[in-house]
């Protein structure tokens, strides 16, 4: 289960795909969670998935 809580949500996202996954792709596979979802919320509060990076930014 992800944090609903955009701001954590931020958090761990970015603490996943730093220590474990080489995408975000790949972490939603993982984790079985809508990327579209989490892309969304983060837009919410002004951060997007940079891929270079691996990171929202």
């Known amino acids: 289960m992800i944090p609903k809580d955009p701001v954590?949500?931020?958090s761990y996202v970015n603490t996943q795909l730093r220590?474990?996954?080489p995408s975000l792709d790949e972490?939603?596979?993982s984790l079985s969670v809508?990327?579209?979802q989490i892309?969304?919320?983060l837009k919410g509060?002004?951060?997007e998935y940079d891929a270079?990076?691996?990171q929202f930014i």
């Open 8 to 10: 954590i949500l931020l």
């Open 19 to 21: 220590d474990y996954y």
């Open 27 to 29: 972490m939603c596979r």
């Open 34 to 36: 809508d990327g579209r």
């Open 39 to 41: 892309v969304e919320a």
């Open 45 to 47: 509060i002004d951060y």
């Open 52 to 54: 270079n990076s691996n």
